[in-house]
């Protein structure tokens, strides 16, 4: 590891004018390639202390044993040059798309004498006319086919032209219209010629104008009595409709545009491109990074922007180009983009009407593209395997934690505070043993403290089972095995067991109903295997609580890491400073991808009390009154209203209510105000509360 220091120019000795800068490490390699509008501030960013860096940033200044720059005239000048080197020298620290599969694409090879339309994959040849790139072959191949009728070009390989050309007979295609056979003479190259660019120019969007060239030549053959002929354009015409009728209108003022959507995480990000020409999707195309760089959404957009125009040239490039952020500053890259082109790019986000409804449509496929690639990361058993090695490697334990749980605190401004526990084994999310927390030891916002109180919880209950048992169960699913947990496992927006009501019991789990499978005697089965590793979303307050909660139980076997979400640094118990993982490792990616479930997790519970609370009403207050004795209640009443001014012995003719819970409800009705009556903005009628009664009995109730 080189101190930056060691190699720092002199102030003086870094120009101000714009440029391009290469750090090169101790072997030459060039292992990181940017470009600056003043070269002096930027290059002077990178050596100050490194606390100050991000964590990838400092990474790649103490990984470099030099740097070294370019001078350059302009912004432009500086964004084509970094582009350059960026594919010449591929930058380890520099970000660089890769296709997550192989797009093909339609291709018109006009450098040849007789041009060919073929399907093509990989690098793009000089000469050669592009369209898409599409999601499919096959969709290529019957686009294709329909338009050879009326664009008759060749198709075959060099291979079938040359034979079919010295034995003087056409191929299959020639002999059903489908081939206008250049190779025996047919036609002449310069004919061919023309119907190649006939047809690059129908693919690139100019329709309008030859279906109505075609239509008029129908009419003027119907005119003529020449029906066949007729006959014939007519159904040239239906194929050229059905052909475009493949790709749907999604922009209706004919537009030429490209959309670009990003979506991301702290170590990784997809990409994904819609190109529409004519108003219609006519290719889509997709890529996934490791953030190797210190890079914000713009800076993404723009590095995808410089690899999907580096090559190209004329309407390759659109006239317009939509993007979720825009680089800044914007004017280099726009001059850069029109400098291609030959004429003016419009580089924008997208604000209202179909062009944001479709940038919302390519976004939701980005963060699909994303979670296809993390699932297929996740799913493979060697990545697992090495994953759960490293972090026992860079946590100093002893084996691979098989089990990991994960707890989160979640709350709303110090309200509702609840917490998460998240189980992953061999892994793998164990969706079934997920558990849910209410902070019950205090009021207000204190996530570390709630922290210690909930892995004291967790552990106490631990303790308990093992001392009820004396041996590890294999199977742990049924009721929350936390204290204070509630709910059925691994279902955020449900409390009980379904189909049946369940009353809170004093440790804050749902009683009154088996929650799962039970043991031999019928008692639900307990949550007591323990984890070799207890992962905590936050920094070294929150792992010296967990930490903590561990020794006051005298729990000494389980070792305790923190995930610190801003710069993905993982902390350990007594350690002043953090483990940096490096930041291609499989086992900060299981680290994160542990956290975030967990973070998920404890957003939807805390969610759903929220909504809950605020559907509450004077009922949902009274001790041991379930949803279904409610109900029963506002069916005799009718109302909340009238509930509140019945007696005792008249609340007590409801069935399944006894004298003891008729006296709670009185007495809980009499305690709470009645609210304002309801209001119908429409009409300024006041709407009675028998209504609001019946309403209640669906959802919540009204006082």
Same mark, same amino acid.
């Not at 004519?278 to 290719?283: D, E, Q, S």
């Not at 403290?449 to 041996?471: A, I, P």
């Given at each position: 590891?080189?101190?930056?220091?060691?190699?720092?120019?002199?102030?003086?000795?870094?120009?101000e004018s714009? /440029? %391009?800068? +290469?750090?090169?490490?101790?072997? #030459? !390699?060039?292992?990181?390639? =940017?470009?600056?509008?003043?070269?002096?501030?930027?290059?002077?960013?990178?050596?100050?202390?490194?606390?100050?860096?991000?964590?990838?940033?400092?990474?790649?200044?103490?990984?470099?044993?030099?740097?070294?720059?370019?001078?350059?005239?302009?912004?432009?000048?500086?964004?084509?040059?970094?582009?350059s080197w960026i594919k010449e020298f591929d930058p380890r620290f520099n970000v660089k798309y890769r296709d997550d599969k192989s797009y093909p694409s339609l291709a018109v090879t006009l450098n040849e004498e007789f041009p060919r339309v073929q399907v093509m994959r990989g690098a793009k040849k000089k000469g050669v006319r592009y369209f898409g790139p599409y999601a499919h072959a096959w969709a290529i191949r019957e686009t294709v086919d329909l338009m050879l009728r009326v664009f008759p070009?060749?198709?075959?390989?060099? /291979? %079938?032209? +040359?034979?079919?050309?010295?034995? #003087? !007979?056409?191929?299959?295609? =020639?002999?059903?219209?489908?081939?206008?056979?250049?190779?025996?003479?047919?036609?002449?190259?310069?004919?061919?010629?023309?119907?190649?660019e006939e047809f690059c120019d129908f693919m690139a969007g100019r329709t309008g104008t030859y279906l109505r060239r075609l239509e008029q030549r129908m009419h003027e053959a119907a005119e003529e009595m020449e029906y066949e002929r007729?006959?014939?354009?007519?159904?040239?015409?239906?194929?050229?409709?059905?052909?475009?009728?493949?790709?749907?209108?999604?922009?209706?003022?004919?537009?030429?545009?490209?959309?670009?959507?990003?979506?991301?995480?702290?170590?990784?990000?997809?990409?994904?491109?819609?190109?529409?020409?004519?108003?219609?999707?006519?290719?889509?195309?997709?890529?996934?990074?490791?953030?190797?760089?210190?890079?914000?959404?713009? /800076?993404?957009?723009e590095h995808a922007l410089q690899?999907?125009?580096?090559?190209?040239? =004329?309407?390759?490039?659109?006239?317009?180009?939509?993007?979720?952020?825009?680089?800044?500053?914007?004017?280099?890259?726009?001059?850069?983009?029109?400098?291609?082109?030959?004429?003016?790019?419009?580089?924008?986000?997208?604000?209202?009407?179909?062009?944001k409804d479709l940038m919302e449509t390519v976004q939701r496929n980005a963060q699909q593209a994303l979670a296809l690639h993390k699932t297929k990361r996740a799913s493979d058993l060697t990545t697992r395997s090495r994953a759960l090695?490293?972090?026992?490697?860079?946590?100093?334990?002893?084996?691979?934690?098989?089990?990991?749980?994960?707890?989160?605190?979640?709350?709303?401004?110090?309200?509702?505070?609840?917490a998460s526990m998240v189980v992953f084994e061999d892994g793998l999310p164990r969706k079934s043993e997920y558990r849910r927390f209410q902070i019950k030891s205090f009021a207000g916002q204190d996530d570390?403290?709630?922290?210690?109180?909930?892995?004291?919880?967790?552990?106490?209950?631990?303790?308990?089972?093992?001392?009820?048992?004396?041996?590890?169960?294999?199977e742990t699913i049924g009721t929350p095995g936390a204290t204070g947990a509630t709910g059925t496992p691994g279902a955020p927006d449900t409390t009980g067991t379904p189909g049946a009501p369940g009353v809170p019991g004093p440790d804050g789990q749902s009683v009154g109903g088996p929650a799962g499978p039970v043991d031999e005697e019928g008692r639900p089965k307990r949550f007591a295997y323990p984890p070799q590793l207890v992962v905590v979303d936050g920094g070294k307050p929150q792992v010296a609580a967990a930490k903590r909660a561990l020794e006051e139980l005298g729990v000494d076997d389980v070792a305790v890491c923190g995930l610190a979400k801003r710069l993905e640094e993982v902390w350990l118990p007594d350690e002043d400073d953090p483990v940096v993982l490096p930041r291609s490792s499989e086992g900060l990616y299981l680290l994160q991808r542990v956290r975030d479930e967990a973070h998920r997790f404890a957003i939807s519970y805390q969610r759903s009390k929220r909504a809950k609370s605020m559907k509450a009403g004077p009922l949902d207050t009274v001790p041991g009154l379930g949803d279904s004795r409610k109900q029963a209640l506002l069916k005799h009443f009718g109302s909340v209203k009238r509930?509140?001014?019945?007696?005792?012995?008249?609340?007590?003719?409801?069935?399944?209510?006894?004298?003891?819970?008729?006296?709670?409800?009185?007495?809980?009705?009499?305690?709470?105000?009645?609210?304002?009556?309801a209001v119908n903005t429409a009409t300024g009628e006041i709407i009675e509360d028998e209504a609001a009664g019946a309403a209640s009995s669906n959802g919540g109730t009204r006082p």
């Open positions: 590891m080189a101190d930056p220091s060691s190699y720092r120019p002199k102030p003086g000795q870094i120009p714009p /440029g %391009v800068y +290469k750090f090169r490490d101790e072997h #030459g !390699r060039v292992i990181y390639v =940017g470009k600056a509008k003043s070269l002096r501030q930027r290059l002077s960013s990178y050596f100050q202390d490194l606390a100050n860096l991000h964590p990838r940033t400092r990474t790649m200044v103490t990984t470099a044993a030099g740097v070294e720059w370019t001078v350059v005239s302009t912004e432009v000048e500086a964004l084509q040059l970094e582009y070009v060749r198709t075959c390989s060099a /291979g %079938v032209f +040359k034979r079919s050309a010295q034995i #003087g !007979r056409p191929c299959l295609l =020639g002999y059903i219209g489908k081939c206008s056979a250049p190779c025996v003479g047919r036609v002449t190259a310069e004919e061919h010629r023309e119907l190649a007729a006959a014939r354009l007519r159904d040239d015409i239906g194929a050229l409709k059905r052909a475009m009728e493949k790709n749907a209108v999604v922009l209706a003022d004919a537009t030429d545009a490209d959309l670009i959507a990003v979506a991301e995480d702290e170590l990784e990000a997809a990409v994904q491109i819609f190109h529409v020409r004519g108003g219609r999707v006519r290719g889509q195309r997709g890529w996934v990074t490791d953030k190797v760089e210190a890079v914000d959404t713009a /800076g993404l957009v690899q999907l125009y580096g090559e190209e040239r =004329g309407d390759a490039v659109p006239k317009e180009v939509l993007v979720p952020a825009v680089p800044d500053p914007a004017e280099p890259v726009t001059q850069w983009l029109a400098d291609r082109r030959g004429s003016r790019v419009d580089l924008r986000i997208p604000q209202r009407g179909d062009k090695e490293e972090i026992a490697e860079a946590l100093g334990l002893d084996s691979a934690p098989l089990r990991v749980e994960c707890f989160d605190i979640s709350h709303l401004q110090g309200d509702d505070v609840v570390v403290r709630s922290m210690h109180e909930v892995v004291s919880r967790r552990f106490r209950r631990y303790l308990q089972e093992k001392q009820k048992t004396g041996e590890w169960e294999e509930l509140r001014a019945a007696t005792v012995e008249q609340i007590c003719e409801v069935p399944g209510v006894g004298r003891k819970t008729a006296e709670t409800v009185a007495a809980a009705l009499a305690g709470s105000a009645p609210a304002a009556p």
